[in-house]
């Protein structure tokens, strides 16, 4: 099982960015998905989740209205859009795959005028 993210960077207060994640070594389309971050000092928090077939999806509080988790089986990724984005947004951005308790080696966002 491998999990690649992609597409973090240095991005401007208000601005967006979209993070992917690329698995390998599993059924992808029959596994739900999560994306977790951990800022500098901080535990590991849950960003968001979806379920296998995109039916279902999840965010932490801080998240909800500006980010959006998606997916597309055919391509076996995970997507993050991330919009609005604040300072307290800067952390190491992860995908997970629960059912393997598998992680991507994460993808660093900083946000920063």
């Known amino acids: 099982v491998q999990l690649v993210e992609s597409g973090g960077g240095l991005v401007q207060p208000g601005g967006s960015l979209t993070l992917s994640c690329t698995a390998s070594?599993?059924?992808?389309?029959?596994?739900?998905m999560r994306w977790y971050r951990q800022a500098p000092g901080k535990e590991r928090e849950l960003v968001a989740f979806?379920?296998?077939?995109?039916?279902?999806?999840g965010y932490a509080d801080s998240m909800k209205g500006r980010f959006a988790i998606s997916r597309d089986n055919a391509k076996n990724t995970v997507y993050l859009q991330m919009n609005s984005l604040k300072p307290e947004d800067t952390a190491v951005y992860y995908c997970?795959?629960?059912?393997?308790?598998?992680w991507g080696q994460g993808t660093q966002v900083t946000v920063s005028s």
């Open positions: 997970n795959v629960p059912a393997y308790n598998k």
């Open positions: 070594g599993f059924t992808f389309s029959s596994y739900g």
């Open positions: 979806i379920n296998y077939n995109s039916g279902s999806t």
